[in-house]
């Protein structure tokens, strides 16, 4: 069966930073665009990070410049290196990903099951 696995995330003191890792998991054909969104108590889930696949990145405004994605295409898997983290930086991220699972060759999106990051002040 196809799924995104998160890992990463946890405590850290402003300034610092963390890294997180999404892997897609089973028989899939081919990955697509593939990013982070992240939701604080109370707000709306937002963009963090995407690569579109075609060698492009997009970042949301709050966190451009300091957090940088990766992926590597071969191992189907995403990597978000987060610097100079702010309390406000404090949510549950989620990553997704286009997937074209082997099985039915129709590509989908997937999410991961989120991981909390909490930046301390």
């Known amino acids: 069966q196809v799924r995104l696995v998160e890992s990463g995330g946890g405590l850290v003191q402003a300034g610092g930073s963390l890294g997180l890792s999404c892997a897609a998991s089973g028989s899939v054909l081919r990955l697509g665009a593939m990013g982070w969104y992240r939701q604080a108590p109370g707000k709306q889930r937002e963009l963090v990070a995407q690569s579109t696949g075609m060698g492009n990145t997009k970042y949301g405004e709050a966190v451009r410049g300091r957090f940088t994605i990766s992926v590597d295409n071969v191992e189907k898997t995403g990597y978000l290196l987060m610097n100079g983290l702010k309390p406000e930086d404090t949510a549950v991220y989620y990553c997704?990903?286009?997937?074209?699972?082997?099985?039915?060759?129709?590509?989908?999106?997937?999410w991961g099951q989120g991981t909390q990051v909490t930046v301390s002040s």
């Open positions: 997704y990903a286009l997937l074209t699972p082997l099985e039915t060759e129709i590509p989908r999106d997937y």
